[in-house]
């Protein structure tokens, strides 16, 4: 009691309206099963907050509760979180890179409709900023709208045409499309005659969305809104390499094959491919 020192505790004890007999029953007593077994829970909890980066919300982490098979409700794990001080990550507001290109004149094939029935129908693609002590940093993305994976990404010290096209080349590399859209904005690198002879030499159809529109592109702007507040905003990148490194570790180590994914029942991208290969 904070006020043993000043008060006797029977004077205590009867200003709040219990039996001083009560109260050192209360001082001796075991902790409730109820009480041991949030304590466990929260350990549990806590495990998995660190393994997802300290990112993870409730929802999350309740999910890789009842994967561990562990019963327990979400209304539970928020309870505990918030009495633990364990907090996920909240996104900020994006930051527009896109230059307009002259000739933007591909169709938009998608109409924001973010969704497929199989690989390598419809890959979406974008440009964000990294800042790092020593200068900026520029990742380009191909992200699978089936499964929500990375398939392909390129960082450079620009934003010219080269950074958009080394990150196709390692989309198609890996996934090897027989026909899919590729669906971007209106930037430049995505309007040039390059990138436009490289999707036809695959047989790639370029779709882009309306000008000054996030929202055609919502999902590519997902991704980067996930990178910038679990990875970026939580980090001081000394330099362009450091940043490199970890933005790599980020996509490769934890966000393709880890990270759950609200959009795929809570499972990660390499996760979802592999149960659609297995059914």
Request: charged share 25%.
């Amino acid at each position: 009691m904070a006020n043993q020192g000043d008060y006797p505790v029977s004077t205590i004890c009867r200003v709040l309206g219990v039996s001083t007999s009560g109260f050192y029953s209360w001082r001796t007593r075991e902790p409730s099963a109820r009480a041991k077994g949030d304590e466990e829970l929260t350990e549990k909890i806590r495990h998995f907050h660190v393994e997802s980066r300290e990112t993870y919300g409730a929802p999350r982490i309740h999910k890789d509760l009842i994967d561990a098979k562990i019963c327990v409700g979400r209304k539970r794990v928020a309870r505990l979180m918030r009495l633990a001080k364990i907090r996920g990550v909240c996104r900020r507001k994006g930051h527009r890179t896109t230059i307009r290109g002259i000739d933007s004149g591909a169709a938009d094939l998608v109409q924001r409709d973010f969704s497929a029935e199989g690989p390598n129908q419809i890959w979406v693609a974008d440009i964000t900023y990294i800042p790092a002590w020593t200068g900026t940093l520029y990742l380009a993305v191909v992200i699978d709208v089936w499964s929500r994976k990375v398939v392909g990404w390129s960082m450079a010290n620009h934003m010219r045409q080269e950074l958009v096209i080394d990150a196709l080349n390692m989309a198609i590399a890996r996934r090897q499309p027989g026909s899919v859209i590729h669906h971007s904005d209106h930037g430049s690198q995505y309007t040039s005659l390059a990138f436009g002879r490289r999707c036809s030499a695959y047989g790639i159809r370029v779709s882009m969305g309306s000008v000054g529109d996030c929202y055609d592109n919502a999902l590519a702007e997902s991704f980067f809104a996930t990178l910038e507040c679990e990875l970026i905003d939580r980090s001081t990148f000394r330099s362009r390499i450091q940043a490199r490194m970890e933005v790599f570790d980020f996509i490769e180590s934890f966000y393709n094959p880890i990270r759950r994914h609200s959009a795929l029942g809570q499972v990660s991208p390499v996760n979802f491919e592999r149960q659609a290969q297995a059914a």
